[in-house]
């Protein structure tokens, strides 16, 4: 029986592991970057074309390679990082595996040009499918440049499985944020098509972080800080009030590389406790700084994940470090006023003299002393009948009074008491700002009037991006709308979706992330134009995290929860009515987006049995 066990081919072998490391173009972006800045580069220029399928191209300033490293540097376990077992446990570079360059050239066409400092001439190396094509001597400047071209050409399977340039794009930037928000000490470009995305200067931190995330960052960082013996930790976090919908300004890096952690995640979210609205996320940039013995990276290929050796006790300092965080931030004024005149202390000259304010006290005031009047006896008991049969009504309303009752905008027949006569069409009532209530001949019809809204929108919206002709109404002054680049390159991705549904935005020709919107959907009341994008784009992040949606139906559900009627706006009966129409005249009118209950019947046996002897 002949053997049946044999080694796989190298270009075999190169895919294999090609598969665990280059997933995408923003895969191989994050392993060259890493390799420039292991070169020691201060310069690394990133330039792109179609998303990273066509051309993908990383030059920095570093220290390049000799002909025989530049050669060697294609093959399988070719690594300049380390030398023996003991050094995984001591590692400091980027990378270490040196796998990266292999399983790059193993599904693509590479070109290399790399020169070191003191060499008169470069080495230029063409590598395809694992295979050098040629080998030849050329002038280039000191350094080195890779040229990814055709990314899996050679595997046409994983080629088709790639997402749009929209999309593609957007992970490109996600992984060039994260290596350019590890090194602000260092100077980055990126490129797309010929234009810049981003032209970033050597800096600090804070900088860096505004310089990618715009301006508005500037008075949303608060500055965490703690230094022990086993470790530092550095960075910043969002105030609470920014917090997000989705995870999308969250970064922890290690001894300056970026990592993913779950259970790190739920430290920073356990210290903002109670400081932010339900299922909302902080922004974080947290810098950990460790002796590397007291850390595994070699864990996964790509190097994202981290295992500590006591991850309870960085669980507990970077939560104590967040906590402490807000609360100096909670003590510190961050408006100053100027100072006004009548409330100016300054030391007068000496010359001059002193004339403090007098303040006149009242001792025997009590500012939580009930004035009574002259209530009778009975008054007072009826009143504290009241207080123990609505405990929580009463609470309410001594901290805020109610202005307007709790059933709104009642009709005049109802106003004088229910009659058999009463006409079931004029019969919704609003209860709480939040609740529709119509009687029906069953008993009750409670409808929730924000997941009814929910519901009528998306419907709405569907149909309107299958037709195609959707109303605009145009502005009068185009409004200009400025987005970070990852959220530029997702409006670029609905752009032509929300046009149908009336919008119409198109990027601005002259400055990079910018659009002009003139005109939106008719019949659209007035509104913040450029939070509501930011608001469907928010949304639409967190549909494709959460739900995984086909684009157009997350721009729908992102686009009804953004304008749909809120719980606590006030509405007149006409407004009601059309509601309670709208809903049934949805294909799907009792289930929410979320799928939950748009409407309940109380029946009058339920309510019946309320009333009788148990």
């Given at each position: 029986?002949?053997?049946?066990?044999?080694?796989?081919?190298?270009?075999?072998?190169?895919?294999?592991?090609?598969?665990?490391?280059?997933?995408?173009?923003?895969?191989?972006?994050?392993?060259?970057?890493?390799?420039?800045?292991?070169?020691?580069?201060?310069?690394?220029?990133?330039?792109?074309?179609?998303?990273?399928?066509?051309?993908?191209?990383?030059?920095?300033?570093?220290?390049?390679?000799?002909?025989?490293?530049?050669?060697?540097s294609f093959e399988r376990h070719a690594t300049s990082k380390?030398?023996?077992?003991?050094?995984?446990?001591?590692?400091?570079?980027?990378?270490?595996?040196?796998?990266?360059?292999?399983?790059?050239?193993?599904?693509?066409?590479?070109?290399?040009?790399?020169?070191?400092?003191?060499?008169?001439?470069?080495?230029?190396?063409?590598?395809?499918?694992?295979?050098?094509?040629?080998?030849?001597?050329?002038?280039?400047?000191?350094?080195?440049?890779?040229?990814?071209?055709?990314?899996?050409?050679?595997?046409?399977?994983?080629?088709?499985?790639?997402?749009?340039?929209?999309?593609?794009?957007?992970?490109?930037?996600?992984?060039?944020?994260?290596?350019?928000?590890?090194?602000?000490?260092?100077?980055?470009?990126?490129?797309?098509?010929?234009?810049?995305?981003?032209?970033?200067?050597?800096?600090?931190?804070?900088?860096?972080?505004?310089?990618?995330?715009?301006?508005?960052?500037?008075?949303?960082?608060?500055?965490?800080?703690?230094?022990?013996?086993?470790?530092?930790?550095?960075?910043?976090?969002?105030?609470?009030?920014?917090?997000?919908?989705?995870?999308?300004?969250?970064?922890?890096?290690?001894?300056?590389?970026?990592?993913?952690?779950?259970?790190?995640?739920?430290?920073?979210?356990?210290?903002?406790?109670?400081?932010?609205?339900?299922?909302?996320?902080?922004?974080?940039?947290?810098?950990?700084?460790?002796?590397?013995?007291?850390?595994?990276?070699?864990?996964?290929?790509?190097?994202?994940?981290?295992?500590?050796?006591?991850?309870?006790?960085?669980?507990?300092?970077?939560?104590?470090?967040?906590?402490?965080?807000?609360?100096?931030?909670?003590?510190?004024?961050?408006?100053?006023?100027?100072?006004?005149?009548?409330?100016?202390?300054?030391?007068?000259?000496?010359?001059?003299?002193?004339?403090?304010?007098?303040?006149?006290?009242?001792?025997?005031?009590?500012?939580?002393?009930?004035?009574?009047?002259?209530?009778?006896?009975?008054?007072?008991?009826?009143?504290?009948?009241?207080?123990?049969?609505?405990?929580?009504?009463?609470?309410?309303?001594?901290?805020?009074?109610?202005?307007?009752?709790?059933?709104?905008?009642?009709?005049?027949?109802?106003?004088?008491?229910?009659?058999?006569?009463?006409?079931?069409?004029?019969?919704?009532?609003?209860?709480?700002?939040?609740?529709?209530?119509?009687?029906?001949?069953?008993?009750?019809?409670?409808?929730?009037?924000?997941?009814?809204?929910?519901?009528?929108?998306?419907?709405?919206?569907?149909?309107?991006?299958?037709a195609g002709n959707s109303l605009s109404q145009q502005e009068?002054?185009?409004?200009?709308?400025?987005?970070?680049?990852?959220?530029?390159?997702?409006?670029?991705?609905?752009?032509?979706?929300?046009?149908?549904?009336?919008?119409?935005?198109?990027?601005?020709e002259k400055k990079s992330f910018q659009f002009v919107i003139?005109?939106?959907?008719?019949?659209?009341?007035?509104?913040?134009?450029?939070?509501?994008?930011?608001?469907?784009?928010?949304?639409?992040?967190?549909?494709?995290?959460?739900?995984?949606?086909?684009?157009?139906?997350?721009?729908?559900?992102?686009?009804?929860?953004?304008?749909?009627?809120?719980?606590?706006?006030?509405?007149?009966?006409?407004?009601?009515?059309?509601?309670?129409?709208?809903?049934?005249?949805?294909?799907?009118?009792?289930?929410?987006?979320?799928?939950?209950?748009?409407?309940?019947?109380?029946?009058?046996?339920?309510?019946?049995?309320?009333?009788?002897?148990?």
């Amino acid at each position: 029986m002949p053997d049946i066990i044999h080694l796989l081919p190298d270009s075999v072998a190169n895919q294999i592991a090609a598969g665990e490391v280059i997933q995408r173009p923003a895969s191989a972006l994050k392993e060259l970057m890493e390799n420039s800045i292991d070169s020691g580069a201060n310069q690394i220029d990133v330039i792109i074309k179609d998303a990273g399928k066509t051309l993908l191209q990383v030059t920095d300033n570093g220290s390049g390679m000799s002909e025989t490293d530049a050669r060697l540097s294609f093959e399988r376990h070719a690594t300049s990082k380390i030398n023996k077992v003991d050094d995984l446990f001591e590692i400091r570079t980027m990378g270490f595996r040196g796998e990266a360059l292999a399983s790059i050239a193993a599904i693509a066409q590479v070109e290399m040009r790399s020169k070191k400092a003191d060499q008169e001439l470069g080495t230029c190396i063409f590598n395809e499918g694992s295979q050098v094509k040629s080998q030849e001597a050329c002038q280039c400047p000191a350094g080195t440049t890779i040229m990814v071209k055709n990314l899996f050409y050679n595997v046409p399977a994983r080629r088709k499985f790639l997402k749009a340039n929209t999309i593609e794009i957007r992970h490109i930037i996600d992984e060039f944020q994260r290596v350019a928000l590890a090194r602000p000490d260092l100077n980055f470009s990126l490129f797309h098509d010929r234009k810049p995305v981003f032209q970033l200067k050597a800096s600090n931190l804070k900088q860096r972080i505004i310089s990618i995330f715009g301006s508005q960052f500037n008075q949303r960082l608060v500055q965490v800080e703690q230094k022990m013996d086993i470790l530092s930790m550095s960075g910043f976090i969002g105030k609470p009030e920014f917090a997000k919908k989705t995870r999308g300004e969250q970064f922890f890096f290690v001894n300056q590389r970026f990592m993913k952690h779950p259970y790190l995640n739920h430290a920073i979210d356990s210290a903002f406790d109670e400081l932010m609205p339900e299922k909302s996320f902080p922004s974080y940039f947290i810098f950990i700084e460790i002796d590397p013995k007291e850390i595994d990276i070699n864990i996964h290929p790509t190097k994202t994940e981290i295992k500590f050796q006591d991850e309870k006790m960085i669980y507990s300092i970077l939560r104590s470090a967040v906590k402490q965080a807000l609360g100096k931030f909670s003590i510190t004024p961050s408006m100053n006023f100027e100072v006004e005149p009548t409330f100016d202390f300054r030391q007068p000259p000496k010359d001059q003299p002193i004339h403090q304010p007098q303040i006149r006290i009242n001792p025997d005031y009590n500012p939580f002393e009930r004035q009574q009047g002259n209530q009778t006896d009975r008054n007072k008991s009826n009143l504290e009948n009241w207080e123990k049969l609505f405990p929580e009504r009463n609470n309410r309303f001594s901290q805020n009074p109610p202005t307007k009752p709790e059933f709104e905008n009642v009709s005049s027949q109802t106003e004088a008491g229910f009659t058999e006569n009463l006409s079931t069409e004029n019969n919704f009532y609003q209860l709480h700002r939040k609740f529709i209530l119509s009687q029906i001949k069953s008993g009750l019809m409670v409808i929730d009037q924000q997941k009814a809204h929910e519901r009528i929108l998306y419907e709405r919206y569907i149909e309107l991006m299958g037709a195609g002709n959707s109303l605009s109404q145009q502005e009068l002054f185009p409004i200009k709308l400025s987005l970070s680049p990852a959220d530029a390159a997702l409006l670029n991705e609905v752009c032509e979706e929300l046009n149908l549904l009336g919008f119409s935005i198109k990027p601005d020709e002259k400055k990079s992330f910018q659009f002009v919107i003139d005109g939106t959907p008719a019949g659209m009341k007035q509104t913040n134009i450029e939070d509501l994008i930011e608001g469907i784009l928010e949304a639409y992040k967190t549909n494709q995290v959460s739900y995984d949606l086909d684009k157009s139906v997350n721009l729908a559900r992102s686009m009804a929860k953004n304008l749909a009627i809120k719980a606590g706006k006030v509405l007149q009966n006409i407004e009601m009515r059309t509601i309670i129409d709208e809903l049934f005249a949805c294909k799907i009118p009792e289930i929410s987006l979320d799928g939950e209950s748009i409407v309940n019947i109380i029946t009058i046996s339920e309510l019946t049995s309320r009333f009788s002897r148990k």
